[in-house]
């Protein structure tokens, strides 16, 4: 004996019977995409689940089974929330002070499509046909896919415009929420700065030092909350590099400028030499490469007395 034509495949049978958790495992695996070439193929990859799977989640965790969009309808409306999701998770990133990059939209993202597939899936069980009577499981499932096939052919037409005003008030909700939180929430602390720099050198041409050496000044700004610690530590440059001077730690508050001053040695011979400093954070570290942030400067310095070159 031969199934129907319109029996579906024990592989479809397998996905609608539970859609939203494989939609939350393609959004969670999403990070596989990193390992494509950057540009169109990853965009191409990626862009897709990011809009759809978000939207399609909060679709099957609003509507019955029986009663959700269908279609090209159904991809327009996810596509629609997917995309106000994106800024809302991007506004919560915001409203707490977390920097708003691909990672941490991502992360995001997966915690909202978690919370959305577990509800869409308790929907998708409670409403089943087969839930409360015993029955085979392939035919229940079978029964579950007729249904459906049944539901999208004329109910879903009658109510197009009813689904239509409940995904735009959906959207307003989300981005009226959003904005009354911003209101109403305590705006985060202006992104501060540190900057290190010379001061009272010309800003190009050699550094003159005497026989017997001289100060150049420099200084650290720092805008930013709290005190902040640094190490200080100045070289000369070549293969390899020597240090000019002990490192030194210093401690600029808020809204300050530390001044000082840098002893620089006659330079051993003819030659014309760079020096560098380098102020490193103590404990503030770069929000993309996750290192200490550092900061440098350099200057060349030689001795007006002896023949200048260049020297390593």
Known sequence: MTEPDNVPSRLALVWLAAWPLWSLAIFAGLALVRLLPAGYPRAVAAVPILLLVPGSVTLGALFHPQRRPRGITFACYATLLGAVWTAFASLLLYLQGVLITAGSTYLCLLIICA???????????????????????EPAA?????????????????????YCAAAVVAGVCLLGGGLYAYDHHPQPAAAGYTMLDWAGLP????????????????????????????LLSAAWLGSPPRPLAAPVTVRVG??????????????????????????????????????????????????PSKPSKKCT
Request: with cysteine.
């Open 115 to 137: 919370v959305l597939a577990l509800a869409a899936q308790a929907r998708l069980v409670l409403g089943s046909p087969g839930r409360g009577r015993r029955a085979a499981r």
């Open 142 to 162: 079978a029964d579950s896919f007729y249904a459906e096939r049944n539901d999208a052919q004329a109910p879903v037409s009658r109510g197009a415009g009813l």
């Open 203 to 230: 800003p190009t041409g050699n550094v003159t030092i005497s026989a017997a050496g001289a100060r150049l000044g420099f200084q650290i700004v720092r805008h930013g909350p709290g005190t902040g610690t640094y």
């Open 254 to 303: 808020s809204g300050r400028t530390y001044r000082g001053a840098l002893f620089v040695p006659s330079p051993p011979d003819g030659c014309i030499y760079r020096i560098e400093m380098t102020l490193t954070a103590a404990r503030q570290s770069d929000p993309l490469t996750r290192q200490p942030q550092s900061w440098s400067l350099d200057a060349d310095v030689r001795d």
